[in-house]
């Protein structure tokens, strides 16, 4: 009886320290969230980033995650993730830039990588998957179809991010049809339904019939569909709330981003020592982002015979169709190192600055930045260099 | 001819974002002449919104939508009634907390039908509008022209008196905040079933608090509030209308900024809203104290 007791607990013993060792030996990785997981755009899209890491790398790490963290309060849930065992902590807004950093000083033996931001530290790293290309892209096909010459943007934030996407979406459908006008609202929100759908409905009535946006809410599509204009899908799969009307989009892999970082940590490549100048700029090239309102399908079929039809005169390819012009694009950008860039001189703004001289094109640093307003924007553009 | 489709255009739109507002005030403007403090819009709201979506998608009748966001509102400014009058807690904690249980308890129910455009939904402008204009009209009739009015307005300004005069406190106060929460519900499910309409985790934000403030700038009048509520869904919509030759960052702040001016102006001549404010409003009532 005695000895069986004994072997009893000599096992429990042991399993109790051979899976304390086994979750020790896993990489302990904590994610923080500016908004809930399960909203329609950016955290949820973080939130999908996250699952696949897990996917990727099974057995060999754990990942944890914080939703709905206010952005000046960062610091605290980092220092709860830290004594949770975190060796690794992705930061997922920009507002937790300065936050990141803090702690990046106060946990030198953590590694972590902040997604928007540009301040880095030798243990803490940026990371962006940006979609200026796609919003080139949408710019073009939305010049072949809009019918009233005049296409609609509405817009979160007055912010460099969004002047960019913005400008690039100008750029584009003005490539095509350079008698179209770009109207623009902005919300000064990132989530508001309401303001999104007064914003939108203040568009239609100027006439706009072809919309692109910025908002976590697929409000700006439904009340645009409801009139039977056309938009482009934004940040998540959002084509199956308007299949007649959503032509296109946008949408990001941020696993592509996640698994190749966490691949380097696990195989030792990146250390807590040399993140200083480790900065991911993803886009089309690396696949951390995608053309098109749901994965797999760039361009709604739908379309497809209409942006056949259209015929736009490029110096490069001659005369062809923009439906063409866009997967040619998309090619281009596609390859690494890039064979077009939207941001390619001369480019002036819509005061006539020369803004990208002939044969320039913008760095990272000068698009993180941009304030400009690309020709053929019309409507307030707070910030506006002179 | 221009200028007037403009004009016409902004009336419209003002009506539109106007009547969850309208609805919201109104339920608001009852609990409060009663003398309980409703913070809880928010979340009735919300609640409303959700089950207003999902009811009317499965029935894929928009009424009967309505109806379960009317019943759903009821049913949570009940545990508001039940917290802050029965047990007799802080009102403002206890509607606090309401906005966020709602908040969150409609979140996770909702992320099966998020985003999902509704297959029928309600005229955003020719029914629920109309209706509550009617509502308001009838509403100021019964506060001011009836024993029933004498009733609820005794109670929120001397609960004390009316319990003198042999009116049920409890009740009058229950049945006010019931019926406040029934036309937030209703508020909510316009947002999902006609405004909208499609469902998404959070979509009210903010109306809720607007609704509070409202009731207050109406001076607790329910014929006030037709105009208040109008103006403010004007405003709402103007600050995007009026990009065009506006800058954004003025046009964001001018409904909070033109309310409080109103309510400033209001409360100098006279002032006309201190007075309107009732007297035990957020007051649990205990017979025997004061």
Redesign the interface.
């Given at each position: 009886m005695r000895w069986i007791k004994l072997f009893v607990i000599v096992t429990a013993m042991l399993l109790v320290a051979t899976t304390g060792w086994a979750q020790q030996s896993k990489l302990k990785i904590g994610f923080i969230y500016v908004g809930?997981i399960?909203?329609?755009g950016w955290t949820n899209a973080h939130d999908v980033g996250r699952k696949q890491l897990e996917k990727a790398f099974p057995g060999q790490l754990e990942t944890f995650y914080v939703e709905s963290v206010p952005e000046g309060n960062v610091e605290p849930f980092i220092d709860k993730m830290v004594r949770g065992g975190a060796k690794v902590v992705f930061t997922t807004s920009f507002g937790f830039m300065d936050g990141t950093i803090a702690a990046a000083k106060r946990y030198p033996d953590v590694i972590f990588a902040h997604a928007s931001g540009f301040k880095r530290a030798s243990n803490s790293a940026t990371y962006m998957a940006d979609f200026y290309q796609i919003y080139y892209l949408n710019g073009l096909m939305a010049g072949a179809l809009s019918k009233t010459n005049r296409i609609a943007y509405v817009g979160a934030f007055?912010i460099p991010e969004v002047k960019r996407h913005l400008d690039a979406f100008a750029l584009g459908a003005r490539a095509v049809n350079p008698k179209l006008t770009i109207h623009?609202?902005?919300l000064?929100?990132w989530?508001?339904?309401?303001?999104a759908?007064?914003?939108t409905?203040?568009l239609l009535?100027?006439g706009a019939d072809t919309y692109a946006f910025t908002e976590d809410?697929?409000?700006v599509i439904?009340?645009a569909?409801k009139k039977n204009r056309l938009s482009f899908s934004h940040y998540s799969p959002?084509q199956r709330?308007?299949p007649k009307h959503v032509i296109s989009g946008q949408l990001v892999h941020w696993e592509r981003i996640y698994i190749d970082f966490v691949g380097k940590v696990l195989k030792g490549t990146y250390t807590t020592q040399n993140l200083q100048n480790v900065d991911y700029w993803w886009l089309l090239a690396e696949k951390a982002v995608e053309l098109g309102g749901q994965p797999g399908q760039a361009i709604n079929p739908l379309f497809t015979g209409r942006l056949k039809a259209a015929k736009v005169k490029t110096s490069e390819f001659g005369t062809i169709s923009v439906y063409d012009l866009v997967n040619r694009r998309l090619a281009q950008m596609s390859k690494n190192p890039v064979a077009f860039d939207p941001f390619t001189g001369p480019i002036r703004d819509r005061k006539g600055v020369l803004r990208v001289p002939a044969g320039k094109t913008m760095t990272v640093q000068e698009l993180t930045t941009m304030e400009w307003a690309a020709p053929g924007i019309?409507?307030?553009w707070?910030g506006e260099p002179k | 001819m221009e200028i007037l489709t403009?004009i016409l255009?902004t009336l419209v739109?003002g009506l539109a974002?106007g009547t969850p507002l309208l609805w919201g005030s109104l339920g608001e403007i009852y609990a409060e002449r009663a003398g309980v403090v409703n913070l809880g819009v928010e979340g009735m709201m919300i609640l409303g919104a959700f089950s207003g979506f999902a009811v009317a998608q499965v029935t894929g009748n928009p009424v009967i939508g309505l109806l379960a966001a009317a019943v759903v509102g009821a049913l949570a400014a009940l545990l508001h009634a039940l917290v802050s009058v029965t047990l007799r807690a802080n009102q403002y904690v206890s509607g606090l907390a309401l906005s966020m249980f709602g908040l969150g308890l409609s979140?996770l129910l909702?992320?099966r039908w998020?985003?999902?455009?509704l297959d029928h939904p309600l005229p955003e402008v020719t029914v629920l509008a109309p209706l509550g204009i009617s509502l308001a009209v009838a509403l100021w009739i019964v506060l001011y022209h009836t024993r029933w009015g004498i009733v609820l307005r005794t109670t929120g300004e001397s609960p004390a008196a009316a319990d003198a005069m042999g009116i049920n406190v409890t009740l009058v106060r229950y049945l006010a905040v019931v019926f406040g929460g029934l036309l937030a519900g209703i508020a909510g499910g316009f947002?999902s079933v006609a405004?909208?309409p499609?469902w998404?985790?959070?979509?009210t934000?903010?109306?809720g608090w607007i609704v509070v403030a409202l009731a207050i700038f109406a001076g607790w009048d329910p014929l006030k509030a037709i105009w208040t509520s109008l103006l403010f869904g004007v405003l709402?919509?103007l600050?995007?209308?009026l990009?065009?030759w506006?800058?954004?960052?003025p046009l964001?702040i001018m409904p909070f900024a033109f309310t409080i001016v109103v309510l400033t102006v209001g409360a100098r001549r006279g002032g006309r809203v201190r007075q309107a404010a009732p007297e035990a409003l957020g007051l649990p009532y205990v017979r025997g104290e004061r």
């Amino acid at each position: 009886m005695r000895w069986i007791k004994l072997f009893v607990i000599v096992t429990a013993m042991l399993l109790v320290a051979t899976t304390g060792w086994a979750q020790q030996s896993k990489l302990k990785i904590g994610f923080i969230y500016v908004g809930p997981i399960g909203d329609f755009g950016w955290t949820n899209a973080h939130d999908v980033g996250r699952k696949q890491l897990e996917k990727a790398f099974p057995g060999q790490l754990e990942t944890f995650y914080v939703e709905s963290v206010p952005e000046g309060n960062v610091e605290p849930f980092i220092d709860k993730m830290v004594r949770g065992g975190a060796k690794v902590v992705f930061t997922t807004s920009f507002g937790f830039m300065d936050g990141t950093i803090a702690a990046a000083k106060r946990y030198p033996d953590v590694i972590f990588a902040h997604a928007s931001g540009f301040k880095r530290a030798s243990n803490s790293a940026t990371y962006m998957a940006d979609f200026y290309q796609i919003y080139y892209l949408n710019g073009l096909m939305a010049g072949a179809l809009s019918k009233t010459n005049r296409i609609a943007y509405v817009g979160a934030f007055p912010i460099p991010e969004v002047k960019r996407h913005l400008d690039a979406f100008a750029l584009g459908a003005r490539a095509v049809n350079p008698k179209l006008t770009i109207h623009v609202r902005w919300l000064f929100s990132w989530f508001d339904p309401a303001k999104a759908k007064e914003a939108t409905e203040a568009l239609l009535a100027e006439g706009a019939d072809t919309y692109a946006f910025t908002e976590d809410s697929p409000t700006v599509i439904q009340v645009a569909a409801k009139k039977n204009r056309l938009s482009f899908s934004h940040y998540s799969p959002m084509q199956r709330f308007a299949p007649k009307h959503v032509i296109s989009g946008q949408l990001v892999h941020w696993e592509r981003i996640y698994i190749d970082f966490v691949g380097k940590v696990l195989k030792g490549t990146y250390t807590t020592q040399n993140l200083q100048n480790v900065d991911y700029w993803w886009l089309l090239a690396e696949k951390a982002v995608e053309l098109g309102g749901q994965p797999g399908q760039a361009i709604n079929p739908l379309f497809t015979g209409r942006l056949k039809a259209a015929k736009v005169k490029t110096s490069e390819f001659g005369t062809i169709s923009v439906y063409d012009l866009v997967n040619r694009r998309l090619a281009q950008m596609s390859k690494n190192p890039v064979a077009f860039d939207p941001f390619t001189g001369p480019i002036r703004d819509r005061k006539g600055v020369l803004r990208v001289p002939a044969g320039k094109t913008m760095t990272v640093q000068e698009l993180t930045t941009m304030e400009w307003a690309a020709p053929g924007i019309v409507g307030q553009w707070p910030g506006e260099p002179k | 001819m221009e200028i007037l489709t403009w004009i016409l255009g902004t009336l419209v739109r003002g009506l539109a974002f106007g009547t969850p507002l309208l609805w919201g005030s109104l339920g608001e403007i009852y609990a409060e002449r009663a003398g309980v403090v409703n913070l809880g819009v928010e979340g009735m709201m919300i609640l409303g919104a959700f089950s207003g979506f999902a009811v009317a998608q499965v029935t894929g009748n928009p009424v009967i939508g309505l109806l379960a966001a009317a019943v759903v509102g009821a049913l949570a400014a009940l545990l508001h009634a039940l917290v802050s009058v029965t047990l007799r807690a802080n009102q403002y904690v206890s509607g606090l907390a309401l906005s966020m249980f709602g908040l969150g308890l409609s979140g996770l129910l909702g992320r099966r039908w998020e985003g999902i455009p509704l297959d029928h939904p309600l005229p955003e402008v020719t029914v629920l509008a109309p209706l509550g204009i009617s509502l308001a009209v009838a509403l100021w009739i019964v506060l001011y022209h009836t024993r029933w009015g004498i009733v609820l307005r005794t109670t929120g300004e001397s609960p004390a008196a009316a319990d003198a005069m042999g009116i049920n406190v409890t009740l009058v106060r229950y049945l006010a905040v019931v019926f406040g929460g029934l036309l937030a519900g209703i508020a909510g499910g316009f947002l999902s079933v006609a405004y909208r309409p499609s469902w998404t985790e959070g979509m009210t934000a903010g109306i809720g608090w607007i609704v509070v403030a409202l009731a207050i700038f109406a001076g607790w009048d329910p014929l006030k509030a037709i105009w208040t509520s109008l103006l403010f869904g004007v405003l709402f919509h103007l600050s995007f209308r009026l990009q065009t030759w506006i800058p954004p960052e003025p046009l964001q702040i001018m409904p909070f900024a033109f309310t409080i001016v109103v309510l400033t102006v209001g409360a100098r001549r006279g002032g006309r809203v201190r007075q309107a404010a009732p007297e035990a409003l957020g007051l649990p009532y205990v017979r025997g104290e004061r």
